[in-house]
């Protein structure tokens, strides 16, 4: 057997669950290693306290004498932890977190040394940050970029370094990061939607979004996934016949959770604990070795920066365990790829969920005010959104027949269906007291207070409301949640807008009342947002042809679906809602189509690699036995040998056949990647390796995988599925 795959199979087998012990009480330790708002109140005075919460509840800047004290204050709590060292922690466009570690050190002359920590390392530093992707903004004379403390989110201890939460920005004040945007586009949120509170209730000061994701992911065993090449250097395998058996007899999914990912998961959540990341279900997923995690949901910024932490603290802990945490979106072709749901929902600082049903009439008209806005923002702008989603990973998801489609829809199910239904018809102008009645009593009083149990929930939507929230689950694995979050509420907030305009107005010139004008403003809402609405099978292709008549979008492939965030439309809504100006619009487009091209080279040339280097040579080995073997049946039988070689003569002509397919379509992959590589313009450039370069995959992969079932198996050089979804 082919050393490598048998030395991985041989340690996998030798693995041992580690025991980990749970606290008894999760709220014990919980956010022992943030410096969070007990942390705060110990180690700061009143006036460096009084002026963090400011900062975080009002957006207030906190002047340079009080950062001294709060970064003192921070520094010994910091310490009496047993950190040593401190970093600005931020999210550039790369998709991962950065970070670049400072001891909290500084030499004072004479062979002594102090602690250090001032207010000026806190609030700003300029990390040298020149390699990462800028999309132009910053050019190389002018390479300075720098990060500044977000103190809406703590800062927390990982191992011996004081992690302390920043947006990156270039020196011209441009965004370099996830982040910023998102926090642009939360205040553009909070405002909006502080404007519409006033109608229901004038105590209304702030709205925040929040965020619950549910991250997938796939453990694999690290001898296993590192005796791969195309699972260490793309994160999925890109070749490998299925294992005769999948998920289709449904038995993994909710089953009982292996020992080894078990004690994975047990020792994830408690780190996850002290860092306050407030971690609740842990379960199986569909595929093998697939599963899930799910923490109580945040306010939007926070839960993000959980989730970008999350993401770091599992591979970490994964190593602890010898598993390989694998996050990409399709990691193994015939079961299902791994997705994030964005559980997304509107809370005042008067304790309400905007999108959950009052006790009330009144409260209920709140709650369709925020639903149907939010389903018509997503009508307006459903192509964005998709955008807001693409990546090369999750092109292997949407659309394809297992996660929600490219296709973006609204699921409400069937009660709000007929709260609707009901609702267009109110009358144009004024309305008749006993209509007016009849509305309070039997469409929005109707509306029950717990929708959750009611609303039958269709998993195959990309946009459902399950009872008191949004979800969006076209989101892929790997994503930073900061793209679609920064994108939803960007949309929302400029319908808020609009709502409030078109009320304000019909209360102006038509001397409608306020509830009048709400019920005429939403009436024209709900008919120009059918279009989105859709309640059955996402995943069929009656659908598909359906979405086409209402004009909907279908974008299948990233390229295709980021378009849309450079067109005139989108840059002037980014624009006009302060959320990015023209200039990081495009760097953003150019940076995630370069993202694009560069993921489908890489997973080109890996490709290429393995099926030329690991693959045919075996192969040839294996023709080689064939051969001998019809060369001994020649001897013993003379001319009548064919008789008895058939099969083997079948199968040395099959396995040239396929040989001769493999070798000549990687070379013209690797013709169209040359002529591909020439191309300037990126959007070019990015086709051409999505329609020239990307389908030729497919062919490799195909014969490579025929051969797997034909060679021996114990010469076959790539760890198989059965092995790699199957060891425990
Ligand atoms: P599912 O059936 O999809 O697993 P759950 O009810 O378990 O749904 O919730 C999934 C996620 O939704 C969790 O992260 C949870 O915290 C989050 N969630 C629940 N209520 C809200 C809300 N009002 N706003 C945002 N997220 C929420
Ligand atoms: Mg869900």
């Given at each position: ?18 025991k ?5 009480r999760r709220?014990?330790?919980?956010a ?15 006036t ?10 009002k957006g207030?800047?906190i002047?340079?004498d ?10 010994e ?9 401190y ?24 062979g ?8 000026g ?10 390699s990462f ?29 004081l992690c ?9 004040g441009?965004?370099?990061?996830n982040k ?5 586009a939360?205040?553009?949120i ?22 619950g ?8 065993d690290?001898?296993l ?13 890109l ?38 990341i ?8 569909v ?6 995690l ?5 306010e ?24 390989k ?17 964005n ?5 005042t600082?008067?304790?309400?969920n ?22 018509k ?14 990546s ?5 998801r ?9 296709i973006?829809?609204?699921f ?30 039997n ?22 409301f399950t ?12 994503a ?7 994108v ?22 038509k001397k409608?009342?306020k509830?009048?004008a709400?019920?005429?403003v939403?009436?024209?809402?709900i008919k ?28 299948k ?5 980021l ?10 809504l ?7 100006n023209?200039v ?13 091209v ?8 890996v ?9 045919v040579p075996i192969v ?23 008789k ?5 003569l ?6 040239s ?38 389908p030729l ?11 797997e ?7 076959w050089?790539?760890?198989?599925y059965?092995?790699l979804?199957?060891?425990?």
């Open positions: 057997m082919s050393t490598l795959r048998f030395y991985a199979i041989k340690e996998s087998l030798n693995r041992k669950a580690i980990i012990e749970e606290p008894k709220s014990e330790g919980f022992a290693n943030v410096f969070n708002q007990n942390a705060m109140r110990q180690y700061l005075t009143k460096a306290y009084a002026s963090v919460t400011d900062a975080i509840e207030t800047k002047d340079r009080t950062a001294d004290h709060i970064s003192t204050g921070m520094k709590w910091a310490i009496s932890k047993g950190a040593t060292h970093t600005h922690w931020f999210q550039p466009l790369t998709g991962t977190t950065a970070e670049k570690h400072d001891a909290f050190f500084e030499p004072i002359g004479d002594l040394a102090i602690e250090k920590f001032g207010g390392q806190l609030v700003q530093q300029e990390p040298d940050a020149s992707p800028n999309g132009g903004i910053r050019n190389t004379f002018e390479a300075r970029g720098y990060t500044a403390w977000d103190p809406t989110s703590p800062a927390f201890i990982y191992g011996t370094t302390i939460p920043t947006v990156f920005v270039s020196y011209t441009e965004a370099l990061d910023t945007p998102l926090l642009r939360l205040q553009a909070d405002a909006a939607a502080v404007d519409v509170c006033k109608y229901f209730d004038k105590n209304v000061k702030k709205v925040n979004a929040s965020l994701w549910e991250q997938e992911y796939f453990l694999i690290r001898a996934a590192v005796s791969r090449p195309d699972i260490t250097l793309t994160g999925r395998t070749l490998g016949h299925s294992a005769a058996k999948g998920q289709q007899l449904d038995d993994h999914y909710f089953g009982s959770i292996p020992k080894r990912a078990m004690s994975f998961m047990q020792d994830l959540e408690n780190e996850c604990l002290l860092l306050g407030p971690v609740k279900t842990r379960h199986n997923e595929a093998p070795n697939q599963f899930e799910a923490p109580i949901y945040e939007a910024n926070l839960a993000v920066d959980h989730n970008s932490l999350l993401m770091d603290v599992m591979e970490r802990v994964g190593e602890r365990h010898d598993l945490v694998l996050l990409h979106e399709k990691p193994f072709a015939g079961v299902n790829g791994s997705g994030k749901h559980n997304w929902s509107l809370s600082d008067t304790g309400i905007l999108l959950g049903p009052g006790k009330t009439p009144m409260s209920n008209l709140q709650f369709l005010t925020f639903f149907i806005n939010t389903i923002a997503v009508m307006d702008n459903e192509e964005l959104l998709r955008a807001s989603v693409a090369a990973g999750n092109d292997h949407l659309g394809a027949n297992e996660a929600p489609p490219a973006i829809s609204v409400i199910g069937e009660q709000l269906t007929n709260v609707l239904n009901e609702l267009e018809h109110v009358t144009n102008g004024k309305l008749t007291p006993q209509e007016k009645t009849d509305l309070k009593l469409v929005v009083g109707k509306i029950p207070e717990i929708l959750l149990d009611n609303t039958d929930r269709n998993r195959t939507s990309p946009f459902a009872g008191n929230k949004f979800e969006f689950r076209a989101v892929g694995s790997l930073n949640c900061a793209n679609p979050m920064t939803l509420n960007t949309i929302v907030a400029k319908q808020l807008i609009m709502f409030k305009e078109e009320v304000d107005a019909l209360i102006k010139a409608l009342k509830d009048e709400i019920f005429n939403l009436r024209e809402y120009v947002s059918k279009r989105i609405l859709f309640e059955g099978n996402g995943y069929s292709e009656a659908w598909e042809k359906e979405a086409e008549k209402r004009g909907l979008s279908n974008n492939t990233t390229p295709e679906a378009k849309v965030k450079v067109s005139d439309r989108v840059v002037a980014f624009e006009e809602m302060g959320v990015m023209k990081e619009s495009k760097a953003r487009y150019e940076i995630e189509m370069e993202e694009y560069l993921r489908i080279q890489i997973e080109g040339r490709l290429g690699d393995i099926a030329r280097n690991h693959v040839v080995k294996y023709q080689n036995v064939l051969i001998e073997n019809v060369k001994g049946l020649k001897e013993i039988y003379g001319a009548g040998f064919k008895h070689a058939k099969e083997q079948n199968l040395i002509e099959d396995i056949r396929r040989l001769e397919v493999i070798n000549s379509t990687i070379t013209q992959m690797i013709e169209e990647r040359k002529k591909a590589n020439k191309i300037e313009d990126v959007e070019e450039k990015a086709h051409a390796y999505c329609h020239k370069v990307r995959f497919q062919d490799i992969r195909y014969h490579c995988d025929k051969l079932l034909l060679v021996d198996d114990k010469l050089p790539l760890t198989k059965r092995e979804l199957f060891t425990k």
